[in-house]
């Protein structure tokens, strides 16, 4: 179950990027998400684990 979230629409408002929101759904795709939280604060951001 996938949720998009609209961009608001003012005037001043930047480009709008190509983000997506969405909860995990199954196993999997909890697992993919700890994978890339551990890979971004771990690996990118060279955090101690």
């Known amino acids: 179950m996938l949720q998009h ?3 608001r629409q003012d005037a001043n408002a ?3 990027r190509n983000l997506h929101v969405g909860l995990a759904t199954c196993e999997t795709e909890i697992l993919e ?3 890339l939280r551990y890979r971004v604060f ?3 951001m ?3 684990l």
Do not use: L
């Open 42 to 44: 771990a690996d990118e």
């Open 14 to 16: 930047r480009k709008s």
């Open 5 to 7: 979230i609209k961009p």
């Open 33 to 35: 998400a700890q994978k």
């Open 46 to 48: 060279g955090a101690r």
